[in-house]
C-alpha cells in the first residue's frame, strides 16, 4: 500500500508542480524586479559593509596569476619611455579609459593593437568607467562602479567564485572599498564585437548612430538587428568549438549560483594566443539574490535564450524541453523535473514517487560509484542513480528509440537540476556485453535481468558480470503466483530460483528486498571471486617493487 508522504509527494509533482513552475513563468518577473530591489537596498549594503572588514588577501585571486607587462602594448619609444619614467615615481599609472563601443582614449595615443578613439569621439560609459592603469610593472584593467555598492558586490562576488573555480574570467587584483573600485587582469586579446564590426557587422554604438539604415527604429527592433547582423557573420570569425566552450563557461556560472551573465558580444574576450573564449563585466549578475529555485531557474532560462540568440545554438530552456517531450512518443513514462514528465503525468509521477519512498531505500550506496544499467530503456533508473550521486552510469539499451529518448532525458535532467550527469548510452543488447570490454564497475543494475531466469544465457550473463563488478541488483517479481499447471514452471516463478540462480554463477546473495508495491522485489549479490581493483594496483606494484629490488 502507497504510504501518505509518498501518495502527497506524488500528486504534488502530478498536480501542483507544473501549474507552480507555470505561474512563476508567468508572474516571476514582477516578483523579480521586487527581488532585485531588495538585493539592491538591503542584501547589497549588509554585504558590502561585511565584505569591507574582512582582509582584502582573501578577496584577491589566489594564486596570482602571469601579470601583463608594459612592453606587451606594443607601445611606440616615446610613450612607452613616458610610461616607465611616471612608473618610477608614482605607484598608480592612468593609461586611458575605455569608452562604451570598448575604444580606449590616451593621451598617449594609439595603444598597440587596442581599438582607439579621440577625446571628440569617445562615447561614455552609462553606469561604470572602466580604465586601462598600470600598477608597478603590471597593466591591469580599473573599474570604477561610481559609488554603486550592489554593482560592486556583484562583481566582485562573482569574480571571486570564478577564479576559485578556475573558470575562465579576469582575476581580482585589488579591491578599494573607499572609492567602490575594482583592479583586475587585462587580457590583452580580441572582444568578440570588434571583430565581427571588422566582418561587416553593423555592432558597435557609433556605427549605429551613423548608419541612415537605423535611424527611427525601436529600441527592441535595434537590439533584434544588431545581434542578426553579427550573428549573420560569426562563423567567419569563431569556430563551433569556441561557442562550445562559451557555453561550458556560462553552465559552470549557473552551477555556481550566478546569474543573470549579462550575455552579448561586447562581453566576449578572445584570449591570446589561445583563441579560447572568456567573460568579463559582471555588474549585472546576481549571486546574492535569494530569488528560490523556481525563479533562479527563470533567470538561466533567460542567460540560455540570450545564448541561442546571439551565437544559434539551440540550448534547452523550460519551453524547448516542453515542447520537445510533447512531441515524444513515449517508451515509458518519466517526469524529468521542473514540473515536465514525458509521457503520461501520473503514471511518470507515480513511477517517480514509488523510487523516492520505496525503490532507492532497498540499494546499496551508489555515492561516488560507476554503475552499468542493463536494458536501460529510456533512462528513468540511469537518471536516478545519477541524482543519487553516482559519478558515472553507462546504460545498454537495443532499442534505438529508448537510446535516442535517453540521451534526451539526460539533457532535460541536467537542464531542470542545474547539473552535469555523466551518463554514456550504448546502443547494445545485455547478451553483447560478453563480447565488449567496458571497464570495471562497482555497481551492476540489471531490473530485468531475471525476467526468463529458464533461458541458459542468463546464466552466461551473470557468470560474465562476477567478473566485471562487485554488487550486482537485479528485480525479480515475487507478486507472481506459482503456476503448478506446467512441468517445471514453479522454478520460474519461485522466489527462491533467482538466488539460487545467482549462487550458481558466481555471486553471492547479500541482500532480499520486500516486494515493492508492483514493482516486484530486489535482490543484491556480491560477487563471490570479486577482488577490489585497489587491491589489484598494490599487488601490482608491490610486485614491481620486489622485482627492482632483487
Not at 537596498?41 to 601583463?68: K, M, N, Q, T
Request: with cysteine; net charge positive; aromatic share 10%.
Amino acid at each position: 500500500m502507497m504510504s501518505f508522504s509518498c501518495f502527497f509527494h506524488t500528486l504534488w509533482i502530478w498536480l501542483v508542480v507544473p501549474r507552480l513552475v507555470w505561474v512563476a513563468r508567468t508572474t516571476g518577473w514582477a516578483l523579480l524586479q521586487l527581488l532585485y530591489r531588495f538585493e539592491n537596498y538591503v542584501v547589497a549594503p549588509i554585504w558590502f559593509a561585511a565584505l569591507r572588514g574582512a582582509d582584502e588577501r582573501r578577496l584577491v585571486s589566489h594564486p596570482c596569476p602571469p601579470s601583463v607587462e608594459l612592453e606587451s602594448l606594443g607601445l611606440e619609444p616615446h610613450p612607452l619611455s613616458v610610461l616607465k619614467a611616471k612608473a618610477a615615481t608614482e605607484p598608480r599609472v592612468e593609461i586611458g579609459e575605455f569608452d562604451q563601443d570598448g575604444f580606449l582614449f590616451s593621451e598617449l595615443g594609439p595603444i598597440g593593437s587596442i581599438p582607439s578613439t579621440t577625446k571628440e569621439a569617445f562615447l561614455p560609459r552609462a553606469r561604470s568607467s572602466v580604465k586601462l592603469v598600470l600598477l608597478g610593472d603590471s597593466v591591469v584593467v580599473e573599474k570604477d562602479f561610481r559609488g554603486s555598492k550592489s554593482s560592486f558586490v556583484r562583481e566582485l562576488t562573482a569574480l571571486r567564485r570564478l577564479n576559485s573555480a578556475q573558470c575562465p574570467a579576469p582575476a581580482l587584483l585589488k579591491v578599494d572599498f573607499k572609492k567602490c573600485t575594482l583592479s583586475m587582469t587585462f587580457s590583452n586579446g580580441k572582444v568578440l564585437r570588434e571583430e565581427l564590426a571588422k566582418a561587416g557587422a553593423v555592432l558597435r554604438d557609433r556605427d549605429v548612430a551613423s548608419s541612415p539604415e537605423y535611424r527611427g527604429e525601436p529600441e527592441r527592433t535595434l537590439r533584434l538587428r544588431r545581434i542578426a547582423a553579427g550573428k549573420k557573420v560569426l562563423r567567419r570569425v569563431v569556430g563551433d568549438e569556441f561557442v562550445q566552450k562559451l557555453y561550458r563557461i556560462l553552465q559552470d556560472a549557473h552551477l555556481m549560483g550566478m546569474t543573470p551573465m549579462n550575455i552579448k558580444y561586447g562581453n566576449v574576450i578572445i584570449e591570446k594566443p589561445s583563441g579560447d573564449p572568456c567573460l568579463i563585466d559582471f555588474e549585472g549578475a546576481c549571486p546574492l539574490l535569494p530569488c528560490g529555485r523556481f525563479l533562479f531557474s527563470l533567470l538561466r532560462d533567460y542567460d540560455t535564450k540570450e545564448f541561442n540568440l546571439h551565437f544559434g545554438t539551440h540550448h534547452l530552456t523550460y519551453f524547448l524541453v516542453r515542447k520537445r517531450l510533447k512531441q515524444m512518443k513515449p517508451t515509458s513514462d518519466i517526469y524529468v523535473g521542473g514540473g515536465l514528465s514525458l509521457g503520461d503525468g501520473w503514471r511518470a509521477a507515480y513511477r517517480y514517487g514509488r523510487w523516492k519512498y520505496f525503490t532507492h531505500r532497498n540499494l546499496p550506496a551508489l555515492e561516488g560509484k560507476r554503475v552499468l544499467n542493463l536494458n536501460a530503456g529510456n533512462g528513468f533508473h540511469a537518471l536516478q542513480i545519477l541524482r543519487l550521486g553516482a559519478t558515472q552510469v553507462v546504460a545498454l539499451e537495443s532499442d534505438a528509440e529508448s537510446v535516442k529518448q535517453g540521451r534526451f532525458i539526460k539533457q532535460a535532467a541536467e537542464w531542470a537540476d542545474n547539473r552535469s550527469y555523466d551518463l554514456k548510452y550504448i546502443q547494445m543488447g545485455s547478451q553483447d556485453l560478453l563480447k565488449e570490454d567496458l571497464g570495471w564497475f562497482d555497481v551492476v543494475f540489471a531490473p530485468t535481468c531475471l525476467d526468463k531466469p529458464g533461458d541458459g544465457s542468463v546464466g552466461g550473463l551473470i557468470e560474465h558480470l562476477s567478473t566485471i563488478a562487485k554488487i550486482l541488483v537485479c528485480g525479480y517479481d515475487a507478486g507472481r503466483e506459482i503456476e503448478l499447471t506446467k512441468r517445471g514452471s514453479w522454478q520460474n516463478r519461485s522466489p527462491h530460483h533467482p538466488s539460487q540462480l545467482l549462487q550458481e554463477h558466481g555471486f553471492r546473495v547479500c541482500g532480499l528486498s520486500a516486494p515493492c508495491l508492483d514493482e516486484g522485489a530486489f535482490i543484491i549479490a556480491e560477487a563471490a571471486g570479486f577482488v577490489p581493483m585497489s587491491e589489484i594496483k598494490s599487488h601490482i606494484n608491490g610486485s614491481s617493487a620486489r622485482e627492482r629490488a632483487r
